[in-house]
């Protein structure tokens, strides 16, 4: 069993080390990417979920973060449905991301 409280400590160790990769990840990015493998880990341990606006910040292979300059290509394909694929230049990976063509919505603006 995983506690609550277990949780919270979980993810506030990756908010943590997730803003260290940021930080280092132009000039350490390996030390950057460990930092992710670990936070990745650190979620599969806690079971919780690693927070959505991190989730597509690094490759799900082999955990390079794409803050690092030149760590993957990002293009927008428009065939039968519009993704962008984000290519991670270190292993391959290959990820695309759904893009819905929002309606009108009632989303607050910022
Ligand atoms: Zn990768």
Known sequence: MVSRELKKIALDRIDRLMDFAKKHATERPEIAREAIILAVRIAQKARVRIPRKYKRMF?????????????????????RSTHIV?????????????????????????
């Open 59 to 79: 490759c799900r292979k082999c955990g390079t973060p794409f803050w690092t300059p030149n760590s993957f290509t990002v293009r927008v394909r428009d065939r």
């Open 86 to 110: 984000i290519k991670c230049l270190k292993c391959g990976y290959i990820k695309r991301i759904p893009v819905k063509k929002k309606p009108k919505t009632h989303e607050p603006h910022n």
